[in-house]
């Protein structure tokens, strides 16, 4: 490219060469079941591992761990380690439904643009 060039020009030329070659910049191949499988995935994948480790913090011996179950040398522990058990169970549900949320607005927006490719098809 000649260096006098604006850049405006110089954009305008790549895209008259792509032009060219049959294709167009605002041509965009969109395909509405792989979103579809993508929000799928996601409520299989993401969710599944997310209420799973919820599970895992809310087991037995994890979770309801008292002070009383540490040794006075860990008195730190006694204190912390109940509430922070409690703050990841809470997290783990908040993205568990962050998660899921998600994976529905995929699936929904796989169903819109399904119907807007519907209904701009030419009559």
Do not use: C
């Not at 030329?13 to 049959?22: D, K």
């Not at 509405?32 to 919820?54: M, N, S």
Request: aromatic share 6%; hydrophobic share 50%; no cysteine.
């Amino acid at each position: 490219m000649n260096a006098s060039m604006t850049a405006r020009q110089q954009n305008g030329r790549q895209i008259g060469a792509l032009e060219s070659q049959g294709l167009r910049m605002t041509q965009k191949k969109v395909d509405p079941a792989w979103i579809l499988a993508h929000g799928k995935d996601i409520r299989e994948w993401v969710v599944t591992q997310v209420d799973a480790a919820a599970e895992a913090i809310n087991a037995d011996g994890v979770a309801n761990l008292e002070g009383g179950d540490f040794s006075i040398t860990l008195a730190l522990a006694a204190t912390g380690y109940p509430i922070a058990a409690q703050f990841a169970f809470h997290d783990a549900a908040a993205l568990a439904k962050e998660s899921d949320e998600m994976a529905e607005s995929v699936v929904n927006a796989a169903r819109n643009w399904a119907r807007a490719e519907g209904m701009n098809i030419a009559k």
